[in-house]
């Protein structure tokens, strides 16, 4: 038995469809377009979110399903989706003891744009992107970027809070081979040691699997496992930091996510 047939076992059984998102420094970019940070979109007939401080928070990311293709029923046809973060303090909005309290965080969708507004009017209602309204030490990134999305599909990773369970499961059906949920680790880095290789889910994306530098809060908060599908993933890169070389995860329940309830979110952020 080789690591190739066991990640192939896995694969056939967690294999999902995931949007790998790459990013591009654009100056022209419109409060309509997909990416991350710049002026956002807003209706001011609702009210713009703010922080605890009642400070305006940031646009972190945005995607526009009026104009993306995704054809996938997990995901809007329609609408603007966004992620704002407060960059009021190093820690971006997070609480760590209430991570899917959405206090100095927002995540809101626009189900029917208003094509109609303008940028003027938004900056005119004291919005800010990241550069204008933080030191650079209490933002991820200063820039805007332009998103695009490409369709790969991803397999279910070592980070994964059920990746023990799923493997110990096939390992024991399709393999006849017993092994402790805590001893999966060892026992595929017995088999090929460069196994985490295999299984490596960095980088931006919407949907998929996350990855974690340190650990999934699902696992260590059973409340949080609720957020049983990933929304949408930030990794650090050349031009985006968190912390110290971490990565930023929001998580939903699938079935809010299909009922396009967009509430109830878990945000986590973790680094070296």
């Known amino acids: 038995m080789t690591l190739d047939e066991i990640y192939e076992a896995i694969k056939n059984e967690t294999c999902i469809k995931s949007y790998k998102i790459n990013k591009e420094k654009t100056d022209n970019l419109s409060i309509y377009d997909s990416k991350f940070g710049g002026i956002p979109y807003w209706d001011f007939s609702q009210e713009f979110p ?10 972190l990311a945005q995607i526009n399903f009026d104009k993306e293709n995704f054809n996938d029923d997990r995901l809007p046809q329609k609408g603007i989706l966004q992620f704002y973060i407060s960059s009021n303090d190093d820690i971006y909005g997070m ?20 094509y109609n507004i303008s940028e003027k009017e938004i900056i005119n209602n004291g919005i800010k992107t990241f550069k204008e309204a933080t030191p650079e030490y209490y933002a991820p990134f200063n820039e805007t970027y332009k998103i695009i999305f490409k369709a790969t599909d991803e397999v279910m990773n070592c980070y994964d809070e059920k ?6 499961r096939i390992l024991k059906d399709k393999f006849n081979v017993m092994v402790e949920e805590n001893k999966v680790s060892d026992y595929l880095e017995q088999i090929d040691e460069k196994y985490y290789e295999k299984f490596e889910t960095w980088g931006h994306k919407l949907l998929g699997y996350p990855a974690f530098t340190q650990s999934d809060p699902r696992y260590y908060n059973k ?4 957020y049983d599908t990933l929304l949408l993933q ?3 890169d050349d031009d985006i930091m968190w912390g110290d070389s971490g990565v930023a995860n929001f998580f939903i329940n699938k079935d809010d996510l299909y009922k396009r309830n967009f509430n109830n979110i878990l945000y986590n952020w973790d680094c070296c």
């Open 50 to 59: 703010t922080d605890s401080k009642g400070e305006k928070l940031n646009l």
């Open 95 to 114: 609480n760590f003891d209430e991570q899917d309290k959405q206090t100095d965080w927002k995540v809101v969708y626009h189900e029917n744009v208003n």
């Open 163 to 168: 990746f023990n369970s799923v493997v110990t």
């Open 223 to 226: 409340e949080y496992s609720k």
């Open 234 to 236: 930030i990794d650090t």
